[in-house]
């Protein structure tokens, strides 16, 4: 911590402009993350950096579940820095907000950051931009990132609930790691019932749901049908120059998303690719599925076409073979699966089974849990900019 505190020093002792106002910050902070352990932590850990950098920080702290999201979504401008300072779930809101915003495009244009302060029980995005094993460093590096101003884009996934006879199709939810549907997500979302086994608890929940089986209430068996757009790295068809944008549209927009690009870095009009924009469709039946972003990914989805990665765990699965992979995931092992597919653009359309009003069926969208429902999902690569800290300026 020493080293940290001396960095920020170093920023605190820098000489303000004349005139020009000492830096300001908006913490949002979720103070029941973490089992209520956030604001403890945000006031040893992250507090103290800020206050050495002559930071002024002004705290919010969360009311309810969606607040965050409300906040953000209604600041009459956006003018200090936005730190949220809570788990995935609590970010997750915060970035709907942001995106669902009418100037929430011109706050991304304008590369707005959003800091992120890792002070929740799961802190999935957090944990790949400041990974250290010791969670205090990583608070304490996530707070440096905020004070040193380095950002970095990250891709965010918008998912829209299809219109249905019984649904109408709700705002967008945006999420930054991914969503996550069946037996294994079904388990760890239940492993606190188990609290009385202590550290325990998230092993012996595999062998509890794999036991009671069918009326675990897990999800055994995902069935659906998914089309997808394969990603493309940007060619003829998708990337108009920004002069050419008003151009004539193209009956393959309605697929295909135009990106913009600046008319002099590249020229995409003699760059050809055939399966740009081509749709593909297949029916899947298994046990766990999931898809997940480049930002919490990044040995599964390398520098390439910015993509959402989907994938398909096994059909079925034995008892000793579900503890197994349970345990294994405890490890931080990646899950095994039988398809990986990439996407720039799905929809998947659940079939549940009885399709019964009393069975409930639940996913997770950055570890936040939504009811299952037919969904259109849309890459936004590099859309948010968030702080960060590179690896070699950490102390
Ligand atoms: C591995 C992939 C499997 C995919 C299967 C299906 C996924 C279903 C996801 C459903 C996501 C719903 C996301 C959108 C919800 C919003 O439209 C809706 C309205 O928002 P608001 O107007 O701000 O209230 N929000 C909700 O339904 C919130 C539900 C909260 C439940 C605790
Ligand atoms: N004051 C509050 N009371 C209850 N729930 C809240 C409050 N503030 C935020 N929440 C909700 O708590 C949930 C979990 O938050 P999150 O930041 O992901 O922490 P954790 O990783 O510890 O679960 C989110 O859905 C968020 O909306």
């Known amino acids: 911590m020493r080293g940290y505190c001396e960095e920020a020093l170093r920023y605190g002792e820098m000489p303000v402009l004349n005139g020009s106002r000492p830096r300001q910050i908006t913490v949002i902070l979720n103070p029941v993350a973490d089992k209520r352990k956030s604001r403890k932590n945000f006031d040893k850990y992250c507090a103290p950096l800020l206050h050495l950098a002559g930071i002024s920080v002004n705290i919010i702290q969360t009311e309810f579940e969606g607040q965050a999201r409300e906040l953000v979504e209604s600041l009459d401008e956006i003018v200090d820095t936005i730190v949220v300072a809570g788990g995935d779930g609590t970010v997750s809101e915060a970035v709907t907000g942001l995106l669902r915003r009418a100037d929430g495009d011109l706050a991304v244009q304008r590369k707005f950051p959003i800091g992120i302060l890792p002070l929740g029980r799961t802190n999935t995005v957090a944990t790949s931009l400041f990974f250290d094993s010791a969670k205090v460093k990583m608070m304490a590096k996530a707070t440096m990132g905020v004070i040193q101003e380095i950002t970095k884009p990250i891709d965010v996934i918008k998912i829209e609930v299809l219109e249905t006879e019984d649904e109408l199709p709700g705002k967008p939810v945006y999420c930054l790691g991914g969503i996550q549907w069946g037996a294994y997500r079904d388990a760890y979302a239940k492993k606190d019932k188990y609290w ?194 590179p690896a070699e300026s950490s102390s």
């Open 196 to 389: 009385y086994w202590g550290m325990l608890r998230s092993y012996v929940t595999y062998i509890f749901m794999g036991l009671k089986s069918e009326e675990s209430g897990v999800s055994w068996q995902c069935k659906g049908h998914l089309s997808y757009i394969l990603p493309c790295k940007g060619c003829s068809k998708c990337v108009q120059a920004v002069e050419n944008d008003k151009s004539a549209h193209r009956w393959w927009h309605v697929f295909v998303q135009r990106q913009v690009t600046d008319p002099v870095s590249k020229d995409y009009s003699k760059v050809i690719n055939e399966h740009c924009g081509s749709k593909l469709e297949q029916d899947f039946s298994t046990v766990d599925m999931s898809l997940t972003t480049a930002n919490v990914c990044p040995n599964c989805i390398r520098d390439g076409d910015p993509h959402i990665q989907v994938a398909i765990g096994p059909p079925s699965v034995s008892f000793p073979g579900f503890v197994w992979e349970g345990w294994r995931r405890k490890y931080g092992k990646a899950p095994r699966t039988e398809q990986v597919l990439q996407a720039r653009e799905l929809e998947i359309r659940p079939v549940l089974k009885n399709n019964s009003e009393n069975t409930e069926h639940w996913i997770s969208i950055d570890n936040e849990d939504y009811e299952v429902k037919p969904i259109y999902a849309t890459l936004l690569p590099k859309k948010v900019h968030v702080f960060y800290t």
